[in-house]
């Protein structure tokens, strides 16, 4: 601590010696304050001195001792006189200039009565006609309560609880609990607490367990004063819990107690578990007493499902006798992609040539490439009844892996923005053409037929909710849509890539030589929108 006064004794020294050599021959002036804080305690009186370097006298000058904000003035000196209209109600007649020294340039201003208010950071300032300047002071007030009062508050968690209380303590002391050998012993918990003048309150709680700690202190200490306050209880060795010796037996006899019941309780479940694993084979029997009878009437219901998907394929085989009207479809050109070329009858869809496959494309999460959609809308929109028509695909001679088509149905508000995918979960009902197989996009695999069709019949039924795709070429079934439950309207879609690639619709009059004939050997394919129904007990008694 000397060391470090000496050296900052010396500092200023020279930093008044350069700036008198700097001032040398000018009325320039330094203000300066202590470099160390001014400790003062709490209720007595202090000083803060400030001084101006060279020496000079500053009776005609301007002096202020101010707080943070330079109009917090704690003192103000002007005109040879203390301006009191400027300065902060809580230092009125508490403050007042020491100027025994003025004529040489040192000055202070006392303060009485110090309170915990007062402690922090305090700027003085004097000015000179233009010339101002200003130093930086530290005041720390220093409250040292009352000594810390230790007692015994009772047994407790196999201890003994002892507190330690202390007030009037500021800045907040350090608590700290010790043993006769003077070891350190950890608080169980610290509660401070601030009254109306800013001064802490505190309690700190102990539980000793040790029977060898019969004596034990508690001392606080003020962290800038170093002044410290302690206090030492004695705890009679009878004041410790003891263990009665009919707590053992009695320990003794609960235990031997625990082991009857333990195995009184294993002998219990055993006889359980025995119990629980006959149910569950009795249980296994009728599941699969029951998976049986669900296959046989889930079998039942497939073979009804069967005879109605006949009933339905008879019906379609008449569509021309009152059950479907043939529908005359036209493509809406204002729906159209900007690379399709619409025919002046609206009945014929082509690709623009030279136009790039991928194109306006967008990334589509699960896909190998990005390919933007040349599709158009028919103009005729389906909320009722059973309608058909026929389209005719031609892939052109020089068909490749970008060829493709799409035919079907779609809700006319569906979204066609650069890259989709046509399934039922986006509102689309359609087969499609891509790498020389047929599919539907909802299945990984292609559809299994005869043959490629060219000319394919779409069959709508709004009343039972499906669609239906026929080879008219050959009359064989290509692929249905069942269970559809939108309450939209739906229109014809048609969709096609690929240089060379087009889809006409047909007329009524080209339609008359070509319903599908059905036999008993045409393949029937569904999409239901729903789970077949089938339950798991059942599933895997199912054939392969």
């Known amino acids: 601590m000397v060391g470090s006064l000496d050296f900052s004794l010396l500092r200023d020294l020279f930093s008044i010696l350069l700036l008198q050599v700097s001032m040398w021959g000018s009325d320039s002036f330094l203000v300066i304050s202590p470099s160390e804080p001014i400790v003062a305690m709490l209720g007595t009186d202090t000083v803060l001195p400030c001084r101006v370097s060279p020496a000079m006298n500053v009776e005609s000058m301007e002096l202020r001792w101010f707080r943070s ?29 020491v100027k025994d020294y003025i004529t040489e340039g040192r000055v202070a201003v006392r303060i009485y009565s110090l309170q915990i208010s007062d402690n922090g950071m305090y700027k003085c300032s004097f000015k000179k006609d233009s010339d101002f300047e200003e130093a930086t002071l530290e005041l720390k007030v220093i409250g040292l309560g009352s000594g810390p009062r230790v007692f015994m508050v009772g047994p407790e968690d196999k201890g003994i609880r002892l507190t330690c209380t202390g007030k009037g303590w500021f800045p907040q002391p350090e608590v700290k609990w010790t043993d006769a050998r003077g070891e350190k012993i950890p608080s169980l918990s610290e509660d401070e607490t601030q009254d109306d003048d800013g001064l802490f309150q505190i309690q700190a709680s102990l539980i000793v367990r040790d029977t060898s700690k019969t004596k034990v202190s508690c001392s606080m200490k003020n962290p800038f004063f170093g002044q410290e306050q302690v206090e030492t209880i004695s705890i009679p060795e009878s004041f410790f819990p003891r263990t009665s010796p009919w707590k053992v037996a009695f320990a003794g006899t609960f235990f031997i107690l625990g082991i009857f019941l333990g195995a009184v309780v294993f002998l219990a479940w055993k006889e359980r578990q025995e119990k629980k694993r006959v149910q569950e084979v009795q249980e296994e029997k009728e599941k699969e007493s029951e998976a049986r009878e669900l296959l046989e009437k889930e079998l039942v219901r497939r073979k009804q499902l069967y005879q109605q998907d006949w009933k339905k394929a008879n019906l379609y085989a008449d569509w ?56 158009v809308l028919g103009q005729n929109c389906f909320n009722t009844g059973r309608h058909c028509w026929e389209v005719e695909v031609n892939i052109g001679t020089e068909a490749g892996p970008e060829t493709k088509w799409a ?86 879609y048609f969709r096609l890539q690929g240089a060379g690639t087009s ?6 009059s080209d339609c008359t030589e070509n319903c599908p004939d059905f036999s008993p050997n045409t393949s029937v394919t569904h999409l239901r929108s729903g789970d077949m129904g089938i339950p798991q007990e059942a599933k895997r008694l199912l054939p392969p």
């Open 69 to 97: 904000q330079f109009s917090e003035a704690v003192y103000v000196y002007k005109d040879g006189m203390e301006q009191a209209g400027e300065q902060l109600v809580d230092f009125k007649g508490r403050a007042e200039l």
């Open 320 to 375: 021309r006798k009152e059950q479907f009207k043939a529908v005359v479809v036209t493509l809406d050109p204002d729906s159209a992609h900007p690379n399709l070329i619409i025919s002046e009858n609206r009945k014929q869809v082509s690709l623009m040539e030279n136009v790039p496959q991928n194109c306006d494309a967008s990334v589509y999460q699960g896909q190998e490439e990005s390919e933007a959609v040349f599709s």
């Open 407 to 492: 035919v079907g149905v779609c809700l006319n508000t569906v979204k066609r923005d650069k890259w989709f995918v046509e399934c039922p979960e986006k509102n689309f009902w359609v087969i499609a053409y891509e790498k020389g197989e047929v599919k539907v996009l909802t299945f990984s695999e292609s559809l299994s037929l005869r043959q490629h069709p060219q000319r394919i019949g779409v069959f709508l039924d709004r009343e039972d909710g499906d669609v239906s795709f026929y080879n008219m070429v050959d009359g064989s079934h290509i692929f249905s849509f069942t269970g559809i439950t939108s309450y939209g309207t739906l229109c014809p």
């Open 503 to 508: 889809v006409t619709i047909c007329s009524t």
